[in-house]
């Protein structure tokens, strides 16, 4: 009698099996990676009710007590143990303690290439409570001053190689604000910290300074340029930096793995998600301070890299590099980043083996995330019951003549069916909060959208497009003020402000156009003379190139004699990006950047064409 029953039983459960693999393929999948998301909730509580509020420090210095001499950092050859970082940033903890009025909750700047020295400091001010602020190591001039007013620091730390563009701004500093460089001979005005910390003690720091009482104290400002124009210091509390520095081991990376970072500290992908999640996992960070193609392979392999962080355009370039012999002769098992098309993943998982790909998707200052922890081609994430029960998440109806979501007579905004284009929109309550900007609350207000489907509602706008089908979301566009260029936003307000300083310059209109076989958008100007005033092509070079990171400059430009406006007074855009660059659809005068000659050059016909054939780099 038992043999016929156990005979229907397994019967049942391999038909069981079968119909969820062919109804249900990604069960299993989503039912272990939310187990994981409910269980790291559930331990943060956990701490929360103990009293025991444990930051990605508090988490660091386990680690170089558990730990003390395994590898944290290798760069350029030479490698930083936890006990050697711990150490080092009880340094710099030490001298602000001695050497200047720093307190708990206190900003400090921080202006630092990739190096190990960006973290000793970063944890030496965290070891103190200050809130640490992150500057784009790129900016210059006004752009930096302006990032710095804007998060009202007490000091600015700089990075060796960054001294000379902080000196160009020494004196319009805000007077309270000490500068210090990371270099033994400074030019007057900063102080050495590199100097004081050679006679400086590496005791640990009392608990007391950095102990926090709330996760959702502020403890960096990020800067981002979001999707309303200029770059905006995003708050980011304890709980966001936990919650980020979860996801290499929500991923599946564990201690043993060594993660290749070459992506700017100064973002939260390179920060949070790189440095915090090898804090989390008590793993190895080999860090760089430069992408380089040419060297990412032999990296790998020189330091036997398991996991590398990326950006679309970061596999682009591996990919175009000449195909070499042993490309598949390596331990990396899993790159995990955001941006990468769909093609270009085909290619690099085809030419450099069986490596998952774990693209992520979320916004610095954002309040939702996801993950596509199926390896899914093309896809930022999932969109099935599970997920909808953690993120609460829309894609609304988007005007694009008028560059706003769409909303009916009643002025509800609608959501858009599955396969159309969406403005992705998430909402804010008290499991989600939005935490905004620094600075003027105008700022955080223009992120948020108000009274969506019913009165009192309040949504965070991500300024992206999404598509949804039954199972997985897909990245569409960006929308805006914003697109995406090298891996980084450009803001196009601050850059049609440097354009328009030009004394023939009378309006300036910035946006991003698409260009075959690249990621993202080139930027793209257009603007009008004012009148009996003459185009200076080699003026507006320099003004650019002098006050904009190099991936900021407009790759083209277009002379018109008028802009449309929109309805609200806006510059149009639309019609301007639907246009392109290509001569022979506008009659308008076109150029093109030419850093060879120093200026900009006319767009012929021949440059177009060289342009699409890839011959010419952008």
Partial sequence: MLLPWLTGLGT???????????????????????????????????????GELVTVLDKFLIQAERHPRKPFIIYEGDTYTYQDVDRRSSRVAHVFLNHSSLKKGDTVALLMSNEPDFVHVWFGLAKLGCVVAFLNSNIRSASLLSCIRTCGPKALVVGADLIEAVEEILLELP??????????????????????????????????????????????????????????????????????????????????????????????????VGIGGCVELGATCVLRKKFSASQFWSDCKKYNVTVFQYIGELCRYLCKQPKMEGEKDHQVRLAIGNGIRSDVWRQFIDRFGNIKMCELYGATEGNICFMNHTGKIGAVGRTNFFYRL??????????????????????????????????????????????????????????????????????FNTGDLMVQDQDFLYFWDRIGDTFRWKGENVATTEVAEVIGMLDFIQEANVYGVAVSGYEGKAGMASIILKPNKSLDLKAFYEQVVASLPAYACPRFLRIQEKMEMTGTFK????????????????????????????????????????????????
């Fill in 12 to 50: 049942g459960m391999v038909f069981l099996h079968f119909v969820q693999k062919l109804l249900f393929p990604y069960f299993w999948d989503d039912f272990c990676f939310l187990l994981k998301v409910v269980l790291n909730g559930f331990r943060v509580k956990r701490y929360q009710q103990r």
């Fill in 390 to 459: 953690f993120f609460k998440f829309e894609l609304i109806k988007y005007d694009f003549q008028k560059d706003e979501p769409m909303r009916n007579e009643q002025n509800w905004c609608s959501c858009v069916k599955k396969g159309e284009p969406g403005l992705l929109i998430s909402r804010v309550n008290a499991r989600s909060p939005f935490f905004g900007y620094a600075g003027p609350y105008k700022h955080t207000h223009k992120k948020l959208l108000f009274d969506v489907f019913k009165k009192g509602d309040v949504y």
């Fill in 175 to 272: 007077k309270d604000v000490s500068v210090w460089g990371m270099k033994d001979c400074v030019p007057q005005g900063i102080i050495s910290l590199k100097e004081k910390l050679s006679a400086s003690s590496d005791k640990p720091v009392p608990r007391r300074h950095h102990l926090v009482s709330n996760l959702k104290t502020t403890c960096l400002y990020i800067f981002t340029s979001g999707t309303t124009g200029l770059p905006k210091a995003a708050v980011i509390t304890q709980l966001q930096a936990i919650k980020s520095s979860a996801g290499l081991w929500a991923f599946g990376c564990t201690a043993d793995d060594i993660v290749y970072t070459t992506l700017p500290l100064y973002h939260s992908a390179g920060a949070l």
């Fill in 571 to 618: 510059l149009q855009k639309y019609q301007l990006v639907e246009d392109g660059f290509n001569p022979l659809k506008i009659s308008d005068p076109l150029y093109l950047l030419d850093n060879v000659g120093k200026s900009y050059v006319p767009l012929t016909k021949e440059l177009y064409d060289q342009i699409m054939l890839g011959e010419i780099k952008l």
